[in-house]
């Protein structure tokens, strides 16, 4: 499990001083950031040098209590799953003391760089992945 540590910011509340909803992905998304530079894959190397992009192909979330601004949060990554072509992240955004706040699940796909079609996961970010797997129950 790979965590994150965040702020809830005055930009990302609404006029209640409550966290807009997308911000919960743009959270999960600077978590998700951190997460792959700390496999020692960059968002950057993945956009200037990969062979492969990772698109997201779909997202979900379940919100259980409100962020307020100055709210300190954490945000635990885990790898659901990898397939050959893809991987799926689970993100639980958490207060400090444990309380969930929200669940969000992010499926990315490898993409040929070229021609935009999937492609097999590279060998060196699924075993990169692998670190983080979940177990089974």
């Known amino acids: 499990m790979f965590t994150a540590f965040s702020t809830v910011r005055l930009h990302q509340t609404d006029a209640?001083?409550?966290?807009?909803?997308?911000?919960?992905?743009?959270?999960?998304?600077?978590?998700?950031?951190?997460?792959?530079?700390?496999?020692?894959?960059?968002?950057?190397?993945?956009?200037?040098?990969?062979?492969?992009?990772?698109?997201?192909?779909?997202?979900?979330?379940?919100?259980?209590?409100?962020?307020?601004v100055g709210g300190k949060i954490k945000t635990e990554i885990i790898v659901n799953r990898i397939g050959g072509s893809s991987f799926v992240l689970g993100y639980s955004i958490k207060s400090i003391d444990g309380a969930t706040i929200a669940n969000l699940t992010t499926v990315h796909v490898a993409a040929n760089r070229a021609n935009g079609k999937k492609r097999s996961l590279p060998k060196d970010l699924a075993d990169k992945l692998r670190q983080h797997l979940k177990e089974a129950d």
Request: glycine letters at 4%; charged letters at 30%; hydrophobic letters at 45%.
């Open 16 to 68: 209640a001083g409550v966290l807009f909803f997308g911000d919960y992905f743009r959270i999960a998304h600077d978590a998700y950031e951190e997460f792959l530079e700390s496999i020692d894959y960059s968002i950057r190397f993945v956009i200037e040098e990969a062979d492969s992009l990772l698109l997201i192909v779909h997202a979900e979330s379940d919100y259980r209590r409100p962020l307020r």
